[in-house]
């Protein structure tokens, strides 16, 4: 070695950054150089002149504090290579993150004013961040603006390509790294002094490698903001550029409790106030504006809150964001601004209330006196007070003649008795007593129910054989659901056996059937005998807040469609109330879709044997850890398909995959019985969370740790899909009609008003009343659910153009447009019952095997709403040739990729409905097909299709428990087909008009 030449040892990676920073800076001569044989040792060669090594200390000009050790001096052991900084920095110093985090603090470096100026103003209407900014001048501006506390938000509003932000080194002031990238750490015992930059000096480190020393002169960021509201207007007070913020409402996902409404529906507010007690808005106040706004608050904690979620329903309901400051539910005031800020700006009241809303785009501010604040009891007796300064005094008509009394000063007493043949009696001074009696008005006197539901209780041996009988009758209503004699048989085995509500719903449905309007009444009189909030539709007569109490009961939602229909049938008969009679029609029209009420499920014999609740919409049923045996021989299946990929690592991904969902379902013993134990390569034994770079490390990272993993999916790509869906939890909690509809996770298609628009065949062309339809009926972009529905209310109204859309389409040959008829008639079909009218448009059962046309996800949605159609009609459909068509359309690596990602969900969940003998072959054949992409895609690292492909495997593992789906479609569509004779019940109301208001009082009266 030359003795011109010494040489430090590079220890740690903060002995690098210092020297090199010192080089930069011109305090240091020498170059990096490594040794060429193990171990491979960095040293930065000093040329000996310098004397460095005694007068280190004195060279340092002050940019880094000196040192309190000094660098290790040593001798080479083998031969020395010339290494550049950069080569070294990236292999030593600085790594690259997974993604951009953001530090505590930040300085984020930009040449572009607007986005400098962009980044303060957002960060201060959020009221977030300490923010302080220097401006360098050169041959290109650039700004500084260093926050504490930042937003990745405002972050990710700018111009990507306009800034670059650095993160704060972590235990270090002044060392700065840029965004994506992090150092090694600096901080330890072994590291030169710490590496810590003095004299408020700032050093930046950027990914190439290039160290910037900067000594900025930071101002405060509050010295170029002001605030402006529309009624201010403030002086600039210098030439220099400024910031105007202008307030304004933005949403939150904050929830808030709801004290202050406005009112604007004044005939709605007093309904509210007749249908409840005066003592509920004792702790409520109100202001009555000149222009007919109504506010109401409530005040402090003692206010009737029931009484709040009624005001907030029916009306906007605001919260206290500041003292005495409301603002509507959902937003925040942006920028934040104290009460004390607000009330002076608009000169109020510390006790004046400052209402704040958006209307058209622009913030309304109302200002509410404390002096105008009225209690609600002052409130409507002002308006009792005007109402008897309106009235006119008239002259009693009546005539009272007791030809028995003597004519003198008599003394008379009237009383009035509840009943309806009211008594009147006269009393004179001299004690003679005379009497009459007034008779009631039309009508007469009301009757009870005639229902008697009192029966002694079943022996074991009966229920056991009155539970084989119903049964008997649920197997025969599944193939004729409008036989009304079955109907009423399960009503009486079901009374014998004292199931009350289940005997009067069948009762129900065979007097709907054979249209005794009688027996709807004692069925609907029985159900509330003894009902303390509903029995009194018995009763013959209410006042008028007795009647809104039990409208209010009437209306619970736990009340199922057909009970709270006749119901309201009921009142509106008995106490001659038209209007409610009408609302009971028209909601029955619709089977009450809008209140999502669900008709009585029956499933009385599901709770007898503990496997379900009563009055809860059909659910996906699994099976559970007592068909264990069951489950094991579909686990078996499934693994031997599994096993037919090349790759050990996929598979055993898979496998592990399955224990995880079976343990969801079941429980982790048995999982692991089931699947056994499952050891996967590439295991990682540390608690840190993997880079996507390194492929099946990361894959193994995500299944081992799941669950904890889903906290990893928080964007909307296919790997975070697949983490939120590799339980397949949201299945157990999806009604049986969404997984009928195939909607169980997300539409097939979407519909476009644009695009139908331009279509030759789309909806609008085809249809040219739905060009009316506004955009709650017809949005920009849609599942076809609101479609569905306007087109069903276009039906129910009788309107006759509802189906051209279907007749043109059917006939147009058009492979998208008939998809869309069949995809919007499922959705019809299964929201409002498969009524007659729609089954004509229901394409043949049967698929073409030479077809020509192209295979795209309208013509599988178009087969596979087909099949579910004709399941919903039974109408005969060959399922083993339909789907062994389908699942040989299903393609096979390397090409077809989307064909096969883009149907394999949909015919899975359809495979899943069906009943036939070769249902677990179909799953077996998608499941061989899978894994062939699984490997595919393995091999070619591609995260995005690996994590799809696992999603696919997920629902054909979930498939290894669905085996009861087809037994329980059955009974749903049993229930479906009583939906609509109930449905139809309420048109031929709404035909018949008064004449059938007039039956049902007559009815009432008997």
Same mark, same amino acid.
């Given at each position: 070695?030359?003795?011109?030449?010494?040489?430090?040892?590079?220890?740690?990676?903060?002995?690098?950054?210092?020297?090199?920073?010192?080089?930069?800076?011109?305090?240091?001569?020498?170059?990096?150089?490594?040794?060429?044989?193990?171990?491979?040792?960095?040293?930065?060669?000093?040329?000996?002149?310098?004397?460095?090594?005694?007068?280190?200390?004195?060279?340092?000009?002050?940019?880094?504090?000196?040192?309190?050790?000094?660098?290790?001096?040593?001798?080479?052991?083998?031969?020395?290579?010339?290494?550049?900084?950069?080569?070294?920095?990236?292999?030593?110093?600085?790594?690259?993150?997974?993604?951009?985090?953001?530090?505590?603090?930040?300085?984020?470096?930009?040449?572009?004013?607007?986005?400098?100026?962009?980044?303060?103003?957002?960060?201060?209407?959020?009221?977030?961040?300490?923010?302080?900014?220097?401006?360098?001048?050169?041959?290109?501006?650039?700004?500084?603006?260093?926050?504490?506390?930042?937003?990745?938000?405002?972050?990710?509003?700018?111009?990507?390509?306009?800034?670059?932000?650095?993160?704060?080194?972590?235990?270090?002031?002044?060392?700065?790294?840029?965004?994506?990238?992090?150092?090694?750490?600096?901080?330890?015992?072994?590291?030169?002094?710490?590496?810590?930059?003095?004299?408020?000096?700032?050093?930046?480190?950027?990914?190439?490698?290039?160290?910037?020393?900067?000594?900025?002169?930071?101002?405060?960021?509050?010295?170029?903001?002001?605030?402006?509201?529309?009624?201010? /207007?403030?002086?600039?007070?210098?030439?220099?550029?400024?910031?105007?913020?202008?307030?304004?409402?933005?949403?939150?996902?904050?929830?808030?409790?709801?004290?202050?409404?406005?009112?604007?529906?004044?005939?709605?507010?007093?309904?509210?106030?007749?249908?409840?007690?005066?003592?509920?808005?004792?702790?409520?106040?109100?202001?009555?504006?000149?222009?007919?706004?109504?506010?109401?608050?409530?005040?402090?904690?003692?206010?009737?809150?029931?009484?709040?979620?009624?005001?907030?329903?029916?009306?906007?309901?605001?919260?206290?964001?500041?003292?005495?400051?409301?603002?509507?539910?959902?937003?925040?005031?942006?920028?934040?601004?104290?009460?004390?800020?607000?009330?002076?700006?608009?000169?109020?009241?510390?006790?004046?209330? @400052?209402?704040?809303?958006?209307?058209?785009?622009?913030?309304?501010?109302?200002?509410?006196?404390?002096?105008?604040?009225?209690?609600?009891?002052?409130?409507?007796?002002?308006?009792?007070?005007?109402?008897?300064?309106?009235? &006119?005094?008239?002259?009693?008509?009546?005539?009272?003649?007791?030809?028995?009394?003597?004519?003198?000063?008599?003394? @008379?007493?009237?009383?009035?008795?509840?009943?309806?043949?009211?008594?009147?009696?006269? /009393?004179?001074?001299?004690?003679?007593?005379?009497?009459?009696?007034?008779?009631?008005?039309?009508?007469?006197?009301?009757?009870?129910?005639?229902?008697?539901?009192?029966?002694?209780?079943?022996?074991?041996?009966?229920?056991?054989?009155?539970?084989?009988?119903?049964?008997?009758?649920?197997?025969?209503?599944?193939?004729?659901?409008?036989?009304?004699?079955?109907?009423?048989?399960?009503?009486?085995?079901?009374?014998?056996?004292?199931?009350?509500?289940?005997?009067?719903?069948?009762?129900?449905?065979?007097?709907?059937?054979?249209?005794?309007?009688?027996?709807?009444?004692?069925?609907?009189?029985?159900?509330? /005998?003894?009902?303390?909030?509903?029995?009194?539709?018995?009763?013959?007569?209410?006042?008028?807040?007795?009647?809104?109490?039990?409208?209010?009961?009437?209306?619970?939602?736990?009340?199922?469609?057909?009970?709270?229909?006749?119901?309201?049938?009921?009142?509106?008969?008995?106490?001659?109330?038209?209007?409610?009679?009408?609302?009971?029609?028209?909601?029955?029209?619709?089977?009450?879709?809008?209140?999502?009420?669900?008709?009585?499920?029956?499933?009385?014999?599901?709770?007898?044997?503990?496997?379900?609740?009563?009055?809860?919409?059909?659910?996906?049923?699994?099976?559970?850890?007592?068909?264990?045996?069951?489950?094991?021989?579909?686990?078996?299946?499934?693994?031997?398909?599994?096993?037919?990929?090349?790759?050990?690592?996929?598979?055993?991904?898979?496998?592990?995959?399955?224990?995880?969902?079976?343990?969801?379902?079941?429980?982790?013993?048995?999982?692991?019985?089931?699947?056994?134990?499952?050891?996967?390569?590439?295991?990682?034994?540390?608690?840190?969370?993997?880079?996507?770079?390194?492929?099946?490390?990361?894959?193994?990272?995500?299944?081992?740790?799941?669950?904890?993993?889903?906290?990893?999916?928080?964007?909307?790509?296919?790997?975070?899909?697949?983490?939120?869906?590799?339980?397949?939890?949201?299945?157990?909690?999806?009604?049986?009609?969404?997984?009928?509809?195939?909607?169980?996770?997300?539409?097939?298609?979407?519909?476009?008003?644009?695009?139908?628009?331009?279509?030759?065949?789309?909806?609008?062309?085809?249809?040219?009343?739905?060009?009316?339809?506004?955009?709650?009926?017809?949005?920009?972009?849609?599942?076809?659910?609101?479609?569905?529905?306007?087109?069903?209310?276009?039906?129910?109204?009788?309107?006759?153009?509802?189906?051209?859309?279907?007749?043109?389409?059917?006939?147009?040959?058009?492979?998208?447009?008939?998809?869309?008829?069949?995809?919007?008639?499922?959705?019809?079909?299964?929201?409002?019952?498969?009524?007659?009218?729609?089954?004509?448009?229901?394409?043949?059962?049967?698929?073409?095997?030479?077809?020509?046309?192209?295979?795209?996800?309208?013509?599988?949605?178009?087969?596979?709403?087909?099949?579910?159609?004709?399941?919903?009609?039974?109408?005969?459909?060959?399922?083993?040739?339909?789907?062994?068509?389908?699942?040989?359309?299903?393609?096979?690596?390397?090409?077809?990729?989307?064909?096969? @990602?883009?149907?394999?969900?949909?015919?899975?969940?359809?495979?899943?409905?069906?009943?036939?003998?070769?249902?677990?072959?179909?799953?077996?054949?998608?499941?061989?097909?899978?894994?062939?992409?699984?490997?595919?895609?393995?091999?070619?690292? &591609?995260?995005?299709?690996?994590?799809?492909?696992?999603?696919?495997?997920?629902?054909?593992?979930?498939?290894?428990?669905?085996?009861?789906?087809?037994?329980?479609?059955?009974?749903?569509?049993?229930?479906?087909?009583?939906?609509?004779?109930?449905?139809?019940?309420?048109?031929?109301?709404?035909?018949?008009?008064?004449?059938?208001?007039?039956?049902?009082?007559?009815?009432?009266?008997?």
């Amino acid at each position: 070695m030359s003795n011109a030449l010494s040489y430090l040892k590079m220890k740690t990676p903060a002995d690098m950054l210092a020297v090199n920073f010192l080089a930069t800076s011109g305090q240091l001569k020498g170059r990096f150089v490594q040794e060429i044989d193990p171990p491979w040792t960095i040293w930065w060669e000093v040329p000996d002149e310098q004397g460095f090594m005694s007068r280190i200390g004195n060279m340092i000009q002050g940019a880094i504090a000196a040192p309190e050790t000094v660098w290790e001096k040593g001798s080479p052991g083998s031969q020395l290579k010339s290494m550049q900084w950069l080569d070294l920095f990236r292999k030593a110093v600085i790594k690259q993150e997974a993604s951009r985090q953001v530090a505590g603090e930040v300085i984020l470096m930009t040449d572009n004013k607007e986005v400098f100026f962009g980044a303060v103003k957002k960060h201060f209407a959020l009221q977030q961040g300490q923010i302080e900014f220097a401006i360098f001048e050169g041959r290109r501006d650039f700004h500084l603006i260093k926050i504490s506390n930042p937003s990745l938000w405002v972050f990710n509003t700018l111009d990507q390509s306009s800034f670059t932000w650095f993160n704060l080194v972590d235990r270090h002031s002044g060392i700065y790294v840029e965004s994506g990238w992090r150092i090694h750490d600096i901080s330890g015992l072994d590291c030169f002094n710490q590496f810590r930059v003095v004299d408020s000096g700032v050093l930046l480190i950027q990914k190439d490698g290039r160290l910037v020393n900067l000594k900025p002169a930071w101002k405060k960021g509050d010295s170029i903001i002001k605030v402006d509201f529309n009624e201010l /207007k403030m002086p600039q007070k210098s030439e220099e550029s400024a910031i105007t913020v202008k307030p304004f409402l933005r949403p939150t996902d904050r929830q808030h409790l709801a004290v202050f409404w406005k009112v604007e529906n004044h005939q709605q507010f007093k309904a509210i106030v007749a249908n409840e007690s005066l003592k509920s808005f004792r702790n409520y106040r109100s202001w009555f504006c000149a222009d007919g706004r109504l506010f109401i608050a409530a005040m402090g904690k003692q206010a009737d809150r029931a009484l709040a979620t009624v005001l907030s329903d029916a009306f906007v309901p605001f919260y206290e964001a500041e003292e005495r400051v409301m603002m509507p539910a959902g937003k925040v005031l942006s920028p934040r601004l104290s009460s004390e800020r607000l009330h002076a700006f608009f000169k109020a009241g510390s006790k004046d209330v @400052i209402c704040i809303e958006e209307l058209d785009g622009e913030l309304s501010c109302t200002l509410l006196s404390e002096n105008d604040m009225l209690a609600i009891e002052d409130f409507i007796a002002l308006e009792v007070e005007r109402a008897a300064h309106r009235a &006119e005094t008239l002259k009693p008509a009546w005539k009272f003649e007791f030809k028995e009394l003597k004519k003198k000063k008599q003394l @008379i007493e009237i009383e009035v008795k509840e009943a309806a043949g009211s008594n009147l009696k006269a /009393k004179s001074e001299d004690g003679q007593v005379g009497s009459g009696s007034v008779a009631s008005g039309p009508g007469g006197k009301r009757r009870e129910s005639r229902i008697n539901l009192d029966v002694n209780p079943a022996s074991d041996s009966e229920a056991a054989a009155l539970r084989l009988q119903i049964e008997e009758v649920d197997r025969q209503l599944n193939n004729n659901a409008s036989d009304a004699a079955l109907w009423q048989r399960r009503a009486d085995l079901t009374g014998r056996m004292r199931l009350r509500v289940s005997a009067l719903a069948a009762m129900l449905n065979s007097a709907i059937l054979t249209g005794n309007i009688d027996v709807i009444v004692d069925c609907a009189l029985a159900y509330v /005998k003894g009902n303390p909030l509903l029995g009194d539709l018995g009763k013959d007569a209410l006042s008028e807040l007795e009647k809104g109490r039990l409208l209010s009961a009437m209306r619970d939602e736990s009340i199922t469609a057909e009970f709270h229909y006749v119901m309201l049938l009921v009142y509106g008969a008995r106490f001659n109330d038209p209007d409610i009679f009408a609302q009971a029609v028209a909601g029955m029209k619709t089977g009450f879709a809008s209140d999502r009420r669900q008709f009585y499920g029956f499933n009385e014999m599901r709770v007898a044997s503990g496997s379900g609740a009563m009055n809860v919409e059909s659910r996906v049923e699994l099976l559970k850890i007592e068909d264990l045996p069951r489950i094991q021989k579909n686990v078996n299946k499934y693994l031997q398909y599994v096993g037919c990929c090349p790759d050990m690592y996929s598979i055993n991904i898979v496998r592990l995959q399955l224990a995880k969902l079976l343990a969801q379902h079941l429980n982790a013993e048995a999982a692991r019985s089931l699947v056994g134990n499952v050891v996967l390569e590439y295991r990682q034994y540390t608690a840190k969370a993997v880079s996507p770079a390194r492929f099946h490390t990361y894959f193994t990272y995500l299944v081992e740790s799941w669950p904890e993993s889903i906290a990893q999916a928080t964007d909307d790509t296919p790997t975070s899909r697949w983490l939120r869906l590799l339980g397949m939890e949201k299945i157990k909690e999806t009604p049986l009609r969404d997984f009928f509809t195939g909607e169980l996770y997300r539409p097939p298609y979407l519909f476009n008003r644009a695009e139908e628009a331009e279509e030759k065949y789309g909806l609008t062309n085809l249809a040219p009343w739905m060009w009316k339809l506004d955009e709650a009926d017809f949005p920009e972009t849609s599942d076809g659910k609101q479609i569905a529905r306007a087109i069903y209310r276009r039906y129910s109204d009788g309107n006759k153009d509802w189906s051209d859309f279907f007749k043109a389409a059917m006939r147009s040959g058009d492979i998208v447009a008939i998809s869309k008829t069949q995809r919007l008639l499922l959705l019809i079909v299964s929201e409002f019952g498969p009524h007659k009218d729609f089954e004509q448009f229901i394409m043949p059962a049967q698929i073409d095997a030479n077809q020509k046309h192209d295979w795209t996800i309208y013509t599988l949605t178009m087969y596979c709403d087909m099949f579910r159609l004709c399941l919903a009609y039974r109408r005969p459909v060959n399922e083993q040739v339909l789907f062994n068509l389908l699942v040989k359309r299903i393609p096979h690596p390397p090409n077809g990729w989307q064909e096969f @990602i883009d149907s394999a969900e949909w015919i899975i969940l359809c495979v899943l409905l069906t009943s036939s003998g070769v249902r677990r072959v179909q799953l077996d054949t998608l499941t061989t097909r899978a894994m062939y992409w699984l490997n595919h895609w393995g091999k070619q690292n &591609e995260h995005e299709m690996y994590a799809q492909t696992l999603t696919v495997l997920s629902f054909l593992g979930i498939g290894i428990l669905a085996d009861l789906v087809p037994e329980k479609l059955e009974f749903h569509q049993l229930l479906e087909k009583r939906r609509v004779f109930w449905i139809q019940h309420a048109f031929a109301l709404a035909s018949s008009g008064q004449k059938a208001f007039n039956s049902w009082q007559q009815a009432c009266s008997n």
